[in-house]
């Protein structure tokens, strides 16, 4: 009896070994498993993801030297398919020859009109953006993976990864299929290659994508998504063809770690996003006027509303400018400065004056500190009387931000007084309660958000 139970014990040992035997000997195909990878993410696709890219390169300015420059991007994201929106945050960390800088850009998109649309929000500034996707097409290509079923390759040598076990899919792409990730890593380093339309427009065909795919052995679904590009200093070097550089990419990489498959919240834009998009729109055209009575102009981020004085007439207005005039040709012109400070304010009245040489039969001038609403401002005025008339020359300036490196100033100028030789006589007589208007007529804008 024993017997019996021992050799029954090892014909079931025999016939199992036989089975697993069997099953092992049907192998997958790497098409098959793409096919399931594919078959996966349709039914569940991503819903959390973080990407990381990194380039090292050395520039090459000839007798000038050389740099060394990296960058690394990290972008965190959210994706909801129902409805569908997607959020991202993207820390870029640029190290130029040992000077390291970071910045910060936010990423909502939404559905407007049937189209998916992204809101940007980068230094405190609003960007409206058409992705040219439908919602369907969006949804999809946030939670599809790049992958060319002619020549994908399972790695049999990687079978785990953080102790999960794994399928580890191998497959080659051109640049042109990864145009956005690259068009992205370029743009990083802002002006140093070529401005955005010339980095877009580039010939990525030279670029060879090396690519990892990790799936989880029994969802399909990816954990992690690794890609190697070389053939980059064709791309860049055609870039810098009129600038007398030369790059030598050192390395490009992009990973993506696939974090949830889990139904995310809808996103949703902050308040007031929609109508600073629109804004900065126009103020990005040069159109300094709203549209509802009040004018913003800016230079780079320094950025101010004003409401124009009562009694004047808009003669001339530009993005960083607007020049008011009134009957009796008084005129108040305001104007946004970059780096300049009292002594050029001053110098600039000094200018004025030395011109006017031996000319006028007096001149008084007095510098003051004045209070506003809104401002504190620095004042420089200016009485220079003629044989016929006195001109008032009045200039008053305020610090109305900082970018780190130097202030941004508004700088209010008022004329009063003529003679335009054909009988057309005023003195001036700016009151200081109608100098004070002036100046409290302009304030900081709310469009740079924090």
């Not at 320094?302 to 008084?330: C, M, Q, S, T």
Request: aromatic share 8%.
């Amino acid at each position: 009896m024993m017997r019996m139970k021992r050799m029954v014990t090892v014909i079931l040992a025999i016939a199992l070994s036989i089975t697993c035997c069997a099953c092992s000997q049907k192998l997958e195909t790497p098409t098959e498993a793409a096919e399931n990878m594919r078959a996966a993410l349709a039914k569940n696709p991503c819903g959390q993801a973080r990407a990381i890219v990194n380039i090292e390169l050395t520039l090459n300015g000839g007798e000038q030297g050389a740099v060394a420059l990296s960058t690394t991007t990290t972008t965190d994201m959210t994706i909801s398919q129902e409805p569908v929106s997607g959020y991202a945050v993207a820390t870029v960390d640029v190290d130029y020859d040992g000077e390291k800088s970071q910045s910060v850009t936010e990423n909502y998109t939404v559905v407007e009109d049937g189209e998916a649309v992204a809101y940007i929000k980068s230094s405190g500034i609003w960007i409206r953006m058409s992705t040219g996707q439908t919602p369907e097409d969006y949804a999809d290509s946030v939670s599809s993976v790049a992958l060319d079923g002619s020549n994908v390759a399972i790695d049999k040598t990687v079978t785990e990864l953080n102790g999960k076990a794994v399928i580890c899919l191998t497959t080659q792409l051109t640049g042109q299929n990864m145009r956005p990730v690259l068009s992205g890593v370029l743009n990083n380093f802002g002006s140093a290659f070529a401005d955005s339309s010339a980095i877009a427009g580039a010939d990525y065909s030279s670029v060879i994508c090396d690519s990892r795919i990790y799936l989880d052995k029994e969802t399909y679904l990816p954990i992690s998504y690794e890609v190697n590009f070389t053939g980059m200093n064709d791309v860049l070097n055609a870039l810098l063809a009129d600038t007398g550089m030369t790059a030598d990419v050192a390395s490009c990489t992009s990973s993506v770690s696939f974090l949830s498959y889990e139904k995310q919240q809808e996103t949703v834009l902050p308040g007031g996003a929609k109508e600073k998009a629109e804004a900065w729109s126009r103020l990005m055209a040069g159109e300094p006027d709203n549209g509802d009575g009040t004018f913003t102009i800016r230079e780079g981020t320094g950025i101010v509303d004003i409401v124009p004085p009562a009694g004047f007439e808009l003669a001339e207005k530009d993005y960083d400018h607007l020049y008011f005039k009134r009957d009796d040709n008084r005129e108040v012109k305001y104007t946004v400065y970059y780096g300049w400070g009292s002594a050029d304010f001053i110098a600039q009245m000094d200018r004025r004056l030395e011109r006017y040489g031996n000319l006028p039969r007096e001149l008084s001038r007095e510098q003051l500190t004045l209070g506003g609403d809104t401002l504190d401002f620095e004042a420089d005025i200016a009485g220079v009387t003629w044989e016929s008339y006195e001109e008032g020359c009045m200039n008053a300036w305020a610090v109305i931000g900082n970018d780190g490196t130097a202030d941004y100033c508004i700088l209010v100028e008022v004329t009063d007084g003529y003679n335009d030789g054909l009988g057309g006589v005023k003195s001036a007589d700016v009151t200081p309660d109608e100098f004070i208007a002036y100046l409290n007529a302009v304030t900081v804008s709310g469009l740079i958000s924090e």
